[in-house]
């Protein structure tokens, strides 16, 4: 479980402190998907460099299973929102950036494990056959399956990503969350997403964290009732959109 309490951020600028987060707490159960919506500005990126350990928070705690976050001690697989994957390395050693390979006595596995593994996530993801190209001739979409890979060849505690799907297109990006969902059901890891997308929180999420405008602090906690559902009860998800949006709309004015 991730447990985030009263977490509270500033950045430090020339002109004094920027506030980012002023009061955020949820939890996420362990092997749920949970979506962190809110609007431009609020305070997501912030929160997922915070969960990511990259920052301290100014008060307030993170823990991941009941122990502080620390990215030396736990597995925490981060996902930007560019996908942060290196331009002069193949696609296939992008992914195999995500293990820890042994050398001499220290922990982790065998390159050649490391390799087979790496082309058993790439198959699953349907990247297999771009494993010699360079990231710069792939699609926002194949990029995106490659960073997946990455995060999942680091077999990861927590799974983190910046609004995951808000760089491509509409039919890529609906792609992509079916391509998400199947393998996050074959290898069901604690997911958190964060997003400015009503429908990407409600297609993907089981739990749905809606933010005020920043300094962030939470508005609402929403259980999913159509996570995982089929799309049978399109009237019901649009209400539930609905409802979001209007909370969203709520707290900007
Ligand atoms: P979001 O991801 O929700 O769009 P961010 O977490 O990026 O929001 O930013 C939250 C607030 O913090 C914004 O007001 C933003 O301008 C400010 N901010 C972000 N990064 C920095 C920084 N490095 N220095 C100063 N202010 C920052
Ligand atoms: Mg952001």
Redesign the pocket.
């Known amino acids: 479980m991730i447990a985030v309490r009263n977490l509270a951020f500033s950045?430090?600028?020339r002109n004094g402190a920027?506030p980012?987060l002023a009061d955020v707490a949820f939890e996420v159960d362990s092997g749920t998907i949970c979506a962190v919506m809110?609007?431009?500005?609020?305070?997501?990126?912030?929160?997922i460099s915070i969960l990511a350990g990259l920052e301290r928070p100014l008060s307030g705690t993170v823990s991941i299973a009941g122990l502080p976050v620390d990215p030396a001690r736990q597995r925490i697989a981060l996902v930007p929102q560019q996908y942060g994957l290196l331009p002069w390395k193949t696609v296939e050693r992008n992914v195999l950036l995500g293990f820890t390979i042994r050398r001499g006595s220290s922990p982790g596995m065998d390159r050649n494990e490391a390799i087979e593994r790496a082309g058993t996530i790439m198959e699953e993801l349907g990247i297999e056959s771009l494993k010699a190209r360079y990231p710069a001739s792939l699609s926002g979409g194949q990029r995106q399956r490659v960073a997946l890979a990455r995060a999942y060849a680091f077999d990861p505690d927590v799974l983190l990503f910046?609004?995951p799907f808000s760089a491509l297109d509409a039919i890529t990006r609906e792609d992509m969350q079916g391509i998400f969902l199947r393998f996050w059901r074959r290898h069901p890891v604690t997911a958190l997403f964060?997003t400015?997308s009503v429908s990407e929180a409600v297609s993907l999420a089981s739990r749905i964290v809606v933010l005020t405008p920043?300094?962030?602090h939470v508005l609402r906690v929403e259980e999913n009732p159509f996570f995982l559902q089929s799309e049978a009860d399109r009237a019901g998800i649009l209400d539930f959109e609905e409802s979001l949006k209007n909370s969203m709309r709520g707290a900007a004015s």
């Open positions: 950045y430090r600028s920027v980012a809110g609007p431009s500005g609020c305070g997501k990126s912030t929160l910046d609004e964060v400015h920043g300094p962030a």
